[in-house]
């Protein structure tokens, strides 16, 4: 039976770390996301603004996470920054896809995709329209967990 690591923040108190190659390209690409996270929320409003915000945000500090996991020794610390890092990155596909939408249609309105199938569903009861947006926004998230979940077993 395999063995399965814990989530074990002590664990990377006391590893030994390493710096890999690749890790000045790392911080040149974090740093470029950050700065151009900043650089849009300076802009004046623009379509997607805020997703396009958090998109960069997010994948700075999902490229953070891989490279303080590259940079561990320690196989207990590698998982736990994995562990942490997959929320994240779980994040990145609907932010794009949101700030895609967005952005095409000159939505000014947060979650325009959810809204609308959520005004659509209100027909048929009288559950509010934010509630069910965040409900359907949920199912989306547990259904890409799920996802990646299942397709981690295949391999």
């Not at 996470?65 to 998982?79: F, I, L, M």
């Not at 979650?111 to 009288?126: K, T, Y």
């Amino acid at each position: 039976r395999p063995m399965i690591a814990a989530f074990d923040p002590a664990a990377c108190a006391s590893t030994a770390w390493q710096v890999a190659p690749d890790l000045p390209l790392r911080l040149v690409v974090i740093c470029g996301l950050m700065g151009l996270a900043g650089w849009s929320d300076a802009q004046r409003y623009f379509p997607g603004k805020r997703a396009f915000f958090w998109l960069n945000m997010v994948l700075g500090l999902w490229l953070a996470g891989t490279t303080t996991e590259h940079a561990a020794v320690d196989a207990g610390c590698k998982v736990t920054v994995a562990l942490l890092s997959w929320p994240i990155a779980l994040l990145q596909t609907p932010l794009w896809a949101l700030f895609l939408v967005q952005y095409a249609n000159g939505e000014t309105r947060p979650l325009p995709i959810l809204l609308s199938l959520s005004q659509r569903l209100r027909e048929l009861g009288s559950v509010p329209p934010r509630r069910l947006a965040l409900f359907l926004l949920g199912l989306l998230g547990i259904g890409a967990a799920l996802w990646i979940i299942l397709a981690e077993l295949w391999h």
